[in-house]
């Protein structure tokens, strides 16, 4: 089964920074600026509450056409509604991840190195987040950055296309093109920003400025 999405601008967000406004107005001020994926990542959330956050969000996403995935937790995924689900190498494997989402959700995994992006199956995984390409505190756990060659390495050896990931910024996204990704994901980029979504235009005007 085909699943249609655009990676382009791709929001990861975080509770502690999107604590002023909270997660569900940041995501609708950045999508209103052109974002165009919206997880939902909260590692120390408990389920229930987790779950009131992404029917919230699926809500404010309504009629956008952006998809809500959610890190991880696959009950918290299938409670919620969301569109898809997005895993880690630590995580539950791809199989077990599309055996209980279905085959209609969007699948993301997390790969490091090129020979994990190598080892994808493309008839489960829908996209790969590659990188992270710096490193980042809005995920301590994250492997060392691999920079922008590591980058082109890991896109090179997917199958599937790839979300550039790791403490990027608005100058950072014609080098994460280049480097083959279809999109940047973004955490401090938008969340805890002044303006959300004038953060998130600011991003979309340059990806749009690769276009042919």
């Known amino acids: 089964m085909r699943r249609t999405f655009d990676l382009s601008l791709y ?3 975080d509770p502690g920074l999107c604590a002023g406004i909270g997660m569900v107005e940041t995501a609708r001020r950045a999508v209103a600026g052109g974002v165009t994926m919206v997880q ?6 408990e389920r229930a509450a987790l779950v009131r956050t992404g029917r ?5 996403l309504a009629g956008s056409g952006v998809p809500l995935i959610v890190n991880d ?6 409670e919620i509604g969301a569109d898809g689900l997005h895993v880690g190498q630590g995580d539950m494997p791809a199989a077990e991840a599309r055996r209980l989402i279905g085959p209609g959700a969007i699948l993301g995994l997390t790969v490091e190195t090129p ?5 994808v199956d493309p008839g489960l995984v829908d996209y790969i987040g590659a990188g992270p390409v710096f ?3 809005s995920k301590a756990d994250h492997k060392p950055p691999v920079g922008f060659d590591g980058l082109a390495a890991q896109i090179a050896a997917s199958p599937v296309p790839a ?10 996204v014609a080098r994460a093109f280049v480097a083959g990704a279809r999109g940047v994901a973004v955490v401090s980029a938008i969340c805890g920003q002044p303006d959300p979504e004038a953060a998130a235009r600011a991003l979309r005007a340059e990806i749009d400025s690769l276009s042919p």
């Open 73 to 78: 937790d696959v009950d918290a995924a299938v």
């Open 40 to 45: 939902l990542r909260d590692k120390l959330c």
């Open 163 to 172: 979300v550039a990931i790791g403490g990027l910024k608005t100058i950072h």
């Open 115 to 119: 020979v994990l992006a190598r080892t």
């Open 11 to 13: 929001l990861v967000l």
């Open 56 to 60: 919230a969000l699926k809500d404010a």
């Open 135 to 137: 490193a980042t505190p």
